[in-house]
């Protein structure tokens, strides 16, 4: 059986339900898998001479044990082993030719035929959402190694590793985009974890949990841009118009626009991502004539906001007792 075979045999809903459950954090995604799965129903397919089979993998971040590795072997393989070094990556192949592959047949015992469907739908975007950017990728990691067969052999020593320009290669697919419902959960998740970066005490974030929580509401009403690379969400900030001034506890916020957040997952700091975020922000108020934003800053970013060219105001009341916070403005 093709792997067209079994799309076209199961519906969109059964395929969700299996991909939210096995990818959890792909929930934030869903929809361009969606549409993806669409695209699938009605491309024609292109000749493969590969079987895809779906491996157990250890990882011992899962609760199972083991993660689930999607590869292909050509049909030509023995059976039922399959060696190490038969094995192919086939993230990088296009999706015409994904339709086309047969599963083996030990996948189509062990899982179900929405799971065999999430899975590879998993894999084959793993570089993204986007087949022609995908192929764009493979195209220039070909070309690359081309050029690298042709040097000398004292030049390739001085190169990047692959895995470095894979890695230069995946952050052409950083893009930032307008929150849409949905990143909420996610975001609250990244506001807490950027938060614990600075090791502030616990019952810090029982005060903050308010200011931390992003909800659709606060979406809907508040300018949001995420920051995204390929699938994955590292960062995010968001313009809050005050119209009147505010009042939060001993907080006295004035009326205009405000930067309310901006965090980067903390694995990511360091990357030159806020930084990207913050010329965006400039970007965004010159475009729409805002020519001032107040910045309320985490007092460990103080020096993050002098270098992006905010001047330092005063100490503010912190919501948490006995704490200031720096106030901070942009002038453009």
């Not at 045999?9 to 898998?33: G, M, R, T």
């Not at 024609?44 to 491996?55: G, H, R, T, Y």
């Not at 040097?151 to 890695?167: A, F, G, N, R």
């Not at 995204?228 to 939060?248: D, M, Q, T, W």
Request: aromatic content about 10%.
């Amino acid at each position: 059986m093709r792997l067209k075979d079994l799309i076209r045999n199961n519906s969109w809903l059964n395929v969700e339900i299996q991909l939210i459950n096995l990818y959890p954090d792909e929930k934030k995604n869903i929809s361009a898998y969606e549409d993806v799965f669409s695209k699938l129903l009605i491309m024609p397919e292109s000749a493969s001479d590969m079987v895809i089979i779906l491996d157990k993998v250890p990882d011992p971040v899962s609760a199972n044990g083991y993660g689930i590795s999607v590869l292909g072997v050509k049909k030509d393989n023995p059976k039922p082993e399959h060696p190490l070094t038969s094995l192919y990556a086939i993230e990088f192949e296009s999706w015409d030719k994904w339709l086309s592959m047969e599963i083996d047949t030990n996948a189509t015992r062990e899982f179900s035929e929405p799971e065999i469907i999430a899975h590879c739908l998993w894999e084959m975007t793993f570089a993204g959402f986007d087949e022609n950017k995908i192929q764009g990728k493979l195209n220039k990691l070909t070309e690359t190694a081309e050029a690298i067969e042709q040097m000398p052999e004292e030049e390739q020593k001085k190169l990047l590793t692959i895995d470095k320009l894979i890695s230069a290669l995946d952050h052409e697919s950083d893009t930032i985009r307008k929150a849409k419902d949905g990143d909420e959960v996610y975001l609250t998740e990244l506001s807490f974890a950027s938060k614990k970066y600075w090791s502030y005490p616990l019952a810090y974030f029982t005060v903050w949990e308010p200011e931390l929580t992003i909800t659709k509401q606060y979406l809907s009403e508040n300018e949001v841009f995420v920051f995204e690379r390929g699938k994955e969400v590292l960062a995010y900030y968001s313009i809050v118009n005050l119209h009147e001034p505010l009042s939060v506890g001993e907080i006295e916020l004035e009326k205009g626009f405000w930067l309310d957040h901006i965090f980067v997952k903390p694995e990511n700091i360091g990357e030159g991502i806020g930084k990207r975020l913050f010329l965006h922000l400039v970007d965004y108020c010159k475009e729409h004539s805002i020519h001032e934003i107040k910045i309320l800053a985490e007092p460990n970013s103080k020096g993050f906001f002098e270098k992006m060219g905010c001047d330092y105001v005063r100490e503010y009341p912190s919501t948490i007792k006995n704490r200031t916070t720096p106030l901070m403005v942009f002038r453009l």
